[in-house]
């Protein structure tokens, strides 16, 4: 079983296969590597393909200090990935928790991207949100540590962004849920306390994605609903960025509707290595409706 270790002693288990240009995938609170096995199976017949399981993921290392768990050292660790395989410049795929990790990749490490994906990413984030989110959490991680992952998968797999997913695929669903009932209680809610709940709103950092020229593509799904005004935020912060929203899709698009995000994907990054991905054109922000501007 393979592991790597970060700079502040934490061994992540990861798996790659296939070989080629490197991308890298970031999974969100609910899930693990294994929730991108079908992203896995299709772009390792391309790509070198990487997924590892987060700090508090089991087989990866549960540290047992809250400040070992923070929005900062989620981004350290991706960047603890790439630079211990050899990865830079990689394509990175993050969901959810995984993507608000991506974004600050390229704030903070944009020479180790190629590429960003940001898919699922916003919540708590929109403006008057944030005490609600906060609260939320907090009454989540308690439950963890009251009940136990085993027990609360039930209960969180079930939220309203993802009732959709049961409703298209319940088998597909059902295997998440298994999933997620064997994490670990205690990493789970350190994860929740020391990551979800301290990291800045994506609004707080509009001047930093005002300069980030890293290509980045946003997706949402169109129920869910705590990501779509995050997701035009970014769209309309990143000058390197393109939005897809995916229709009648929650919050777990690569599992809800995997032929059509990794299609989406896919057009993407071929886009970036073929040097075709551009910057936004300044003149489609003038604040017109229909009037060009005069030359």
């Not at 020391?194 to 709103?201: F, I």
Request: hydrophobic share 40%.
């Amino acid at each position: 079983m393979p592991f790597l270790r970060t700079d502040d002693g934490v061994d992540l288990f990861y798996e790659e296969a296939g070989s080629g240009t490197p991308m890298v995938f970031v999974h969100e609170f609910a899930g693990d590597s294994r929730s991108w096995e079908m992203q896995m199976r299709f772009f390792s017949r391309r790509y070198r393909c990487v997924v590892f399981n987060a700090r508090g993921y089991p087989p990866s290392a549960v540290p047992n200090s809250a400040t070992s768990y923070s929005q900062d050292r989620a981004t350290d660790d991706i960047s603890a990935v790439i630079k211990g395989l050899n990865l830079a410049p990689a394509h990175v795929v993050g969901l959810s928790m995984g993507a608000f990790a991506t974004l600050h990749l390229g704030l903070r490490h944009p020479q180790l991207a190629r590429s960003l994906v940001a898919a699922g990413v916003g919540y708590g984030a929109a403006p008057g949100k944030r005490d609600q989110f906060r609260a939320e959490v907090d009454a989540t991680a308690a439950r963890i540590r009251a009940e136990g992952m085993d027990k609360m998968a039930d209960i969180y797999s079930r939220g309203p962004t993802r009732l959709v997913f049961e409703e298209k695929d319940p088998r597909g669903f059902k295997e998440f849920q298994t999933q997620l009932a064997e994490h670990s209680t205690e990493g789970s809610a350190l994860t929740m306390q020391g990551v979800q709940r301290e990291r800045p709103s994506l609004f707080d950092l509009e001047a930093g994605f005002k300069q980030m020229k890293v290509p980045t593509l946003v997706i949402a799904g169109d129920e869910d609903e705590p990501t779509l005004e995050p997701s035009l935020f970014l769209k309309r912060s990143i000058m390197s960025s393109a939005l897809l929203v995916m229709p009648k899709c929650g919050h777990t698009m690569n599992l809800e509707d995997p032929d059509a995000f990794n299609r989406a994907v896919l057009d993407f990054v071929t886009q970036v290595d073929c040097g075709r991905w551009t910057q936004r054109i300044p003149e489609s922000l003038s604040g017109a409706i229909i009037s060009a501007k005069e030359k």
